[in-house]
């Protein structure tokens, strides 16, 4: 008896104790800006068919600013995508995120290498299933033209206090080659 009362209390105080609050952010927080630059989050979550993704953060091909952009290739008949994480590699099992409120959107720029190619971006895709999940989400359903062009997503009204997955991608459908630039939370 004495061992199942210590085993319960010892449940209820892990159960009172809280996990800590996810970090403020300094604005703006960049995601990706140039190739070797920090940045808050990791594009460590591949989706999908990950064989068939390519990510090349230091193309200089025609960038949007600076010396490079993101250049994102996918080479299936399926669907992919890659989840910007914090902490790397996580799926919702640790702690980790940053608090971003403040923020009033979240800016990307992104351009097709052909124009007609659909992409979404998000973020918060973690929902409260899990562990440590997104306080929030959004989303941006596109179809890119050959010129650069800045897509936001608001954040106008949402809980900010912990973003795990800064920024998503998912493609589907046929092979596609996208770019992308200065995304940014401000």
Request: one cysteine or more.
């Amino acid at each position: 008896m004495k061992t199942h009362i210590t085993i319960l209390a010892a449940l209820a105080i892990a159960a009172a104790v809280p996990v800590a609050a996810a970090p403020k952010a300094k604005l703006p927080c960049v995601v990706y800006d140039n190739a070797g630059g920090p940045a808050p989050y990791t594009a460590s979550g591949y989706m999908g068919s990950t064989t068939a993704l390519h990510l090349n953060d230091a193309c200089k091909i025609k960038p949007h600013s600076g010396a490079t952009c993101l250049q994102v290739s996918f080479t299936a008949n399926d669907w992919g995508g890659v989840v910007w994480q914090s902490p790397a590699n996580d799926w919702g099992d640790k702690p980790g995120g940053l608090n971003l409120s403040g923020a009033h959107t979240l800016s990307f720029w992104a351009r097709g290498a052909k124009g007609g190619e659909k992409v979404d971006f998000k973020f918060g895709l973690l929902g409260a299933n899990k562990k440590f999940h997104d306080s929030s989400s959004g989303e941006a359903k596109t179809t890119l033209t050959p010129a650069w062009k800045q897509y936001t997503i608001s954040l106008a009204g949402k809980n900010l206090s912990d973003i795990k997955t800064g920024f998503v991608f998912v493609v589907a459908g046929a092979p596609t080659t996208f770019f992308l630039d200065d995304v940014k939370y401000q």
